[in-house]
């Protein structure tokens, strides 16, 4: 199985950027469909972004669109997702998950699978 760590999330400003990265180790990801989940209090978890196994397939939320941008390297076993122009509704804690499902499925699919999950990372984003 994979394990995922994120790291890179902090405390910014509005417009600011942030880099988060995922490092999987105990097996190659490069087997797996990739994901940025976030969460905040009392709401449900949501997709942020999600990859293909081979990186040329990217999903984003409307919410993201055309400031996220994902994207993995194979050979380090690593996934990042590159945050621009950050909002406060951007705050929450942000997840990396590995999926063993297609990219549509692990986005759209009712009750998604998941082979391993992060342990998040904070984001916070002050107006």
């Known amino acids: 199985q994979v394990q995922v760590v994120e790291s890179g999330g902090g405390l910014v400003q509005a417009g600011e950027s942030l880099r988060l990265s995922c490092a999987a180790s105990?097996?190659?990801?490069?087997?797996?469909?990739m994901g940025w989940f976030r969460q905040t209090p009392g709401k449900e978890r949501e997709v942020v972004a999600g990859?293909?196994?081979?990186?040329?397939?990217?999903t984003y939320a409307d919410s993201v669109k055309g400031r996220f941008t994902i994207s993995r390297d194979n050979a380090k076993n690593t996934i990042s997702l590159q945050m621009n122009s950050l909002k406060p509704e951007d705050t929450a804690v942000y997840y990396c998950?590995?999926?063993?499902?297609?990219?549509?499925?692990?986005?759209?699919?009712?009750?998604?699978?998941?082979?391993?999950w992060g342990q998040g990372t904070q984001v916070t984003v002050s107006s």
């Open positions: 990859i293909s196994e081979n990186g040329t397939t990217t």
């Open positions: 998950a590995a999926s063993a499902q297609t990219l549509f499925s692990m986005v759209h699919a009712l009750n998604p699978r998941f082979v391993s």
């Open positions: 105990g097996r190659t990801v490069r087997d797996y469909t």
